[in-house]
Nanobody, 125 residues
Framework: QVQLVESGGGLVQAGGSLRLSCAAS????????MGWFRQAPGKEREFVAR????????DYADSVKGRFTISRDNAKNTVYLLMNSLKPEDTAVYYC??????????????????WGQGTQVTVSS
């Protein structure tokens, strides 16, 4: 199975930017659809963004659309989440997720089986 390790979290002021990375190992990365999710204190984990195997197709939660960008580099086995115009409500632990698939489209949000341990993002007002 694939192993996922997130990095790039930290403390940033509102309006600032961060770029999260998720490094994958153990399997052929290009066979996996990838996603980012987040969980704020006292709340359920929620979908943030997802990307298809090739990187040609991306999808975002309405709350981050226009501010966040998901991308991947299959040669580096890494998926990224560039977060701009951060808001205090973006504060959460951010998780990378993977699911092997034969489709070149998206994997349903509920079907991701492999998860990283998360990286904390804190946005101060």
């Amino acid at each position: 199975q694939v192993q996922l390790v997130e990095s790039g979290g930290g403390l940033v002021q509102a309006g600032g930017s961060l770029r999260l990375s998720c490094a994958a190992s153990g399997r052929t990365f290009s066979n996996y659809a990838m996603g980012w999710f987040r969980q704020a204190p006292g709340k359920e984990r929620e979908f943030v963004a997802r990307i298809s195997r090739s990187g040609d197709n991306t999808d975002y939660a309405d709350s981050v659309k226009g501010r966040f960008t998901i991308s991947r580099d299959n040669a580096k086995n890494t998926v990224y989440l560039l977060m701009n115009s951060l808001k205090p409500e973006d504060t959460a632990v951010y998780y990378c997720a993977a699911e092997p698939t034969s489709t070149m489209w998206f994997v349903p949000v509920s079907e991701y089986r492999y998860w990283g341990q998360g990286t904390q993002v804190t946005v101060s007002s």
